[in-house]
């Protein structure tokens, strides 16, 4: 296992977050080695003790993991794929963001090629990175995650989700679910506050509160979920239905965007329809599993 500080790495792609993991690398202590199209953008980290390699194929066989962060997978496949790169006996570990698709083939396609290939997800700004902030999501095969987990240590916290390359991908597309539809609830309800006066910093305590205190109902609806039985042990979906009328009618009457709140009822609605009338809220993720058919 490599568990020192001194275990060579190297990084491939130094935009905004390739500099920052480089950079994570080298505060820790690691020999790093970095490769970017733009070689002036490795300027900062050479000053800081990185190596330039003189191409992406010295890269990938400078460090005993390389790491590589760039646009999109279409970059990936253009660098990696390019006729002089071998990538036999490389351990990739790819923090590029994309789809459980794309990271699944890249996985494939690395393998066939004779890579171990572990395939990641930066949920971080550039500026987190190497704090406990930094969350980094990494999927692919078990032991290979471990042999190189003290040396991914050093670009944040660093979380293994499973053999399935694609998961570190949809967790990070589930995180964003998440962290949009909290956004815009807090959002629908400032507009209709400030109809009344009240400032958005008013209302933001009271519904972090509201935030959290729903979060707390996740690992029971979740136990629901898994079960596939909903029995309304706090409310009936039809009795929430009529306070999500409720919610559309006061956004309508004080002229704030009701939107959101109609596609919540929608989908109640729809669930209602289907016989759940009498269920509890986690029912809805029967019309969350299938595609919407108009
Ligand atoms: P960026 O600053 O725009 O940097 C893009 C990098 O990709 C540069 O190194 C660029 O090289 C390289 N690149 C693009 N196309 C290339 C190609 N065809 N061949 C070779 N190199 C190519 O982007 P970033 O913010 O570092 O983001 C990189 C990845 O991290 C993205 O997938 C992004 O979604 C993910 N991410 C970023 C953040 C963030 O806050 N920045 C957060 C989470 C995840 P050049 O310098 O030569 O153009």
Redesign the pocket.
Known sequence: MNNTTDTPVAVI???????ALAGAFLKAGHPTTVW???AS?ADQLIARGAQLAPTVGDALTAGSLTVI????Y??VH??LGAREVTLHGVTLVN????DSAQARETARWAEQRGARYLDG??????SGIGTADAVILHSGPQADFEEHEPTLDALGTVTYLGADHGLASLYDVAGLTMMWSVLNAWLQGTALLRTAGVDAAAYAPFARQIAAGVAGWLPGYAEQIDRGSFPAEVSALETDVRAMAHLIEESEALGVNAELPRLIKAMADRAIAAGHGGEQYPVLIEEFTKPRVD
């Open positions: 792609g130094l935009g905004l977050m390739g500099q970017n199209r733009t953008k962060c760039v646009t999109d279409q970059a253009e660098l923090l590029t963001s994309g997800a930066v949920m971080a700004i550039p």
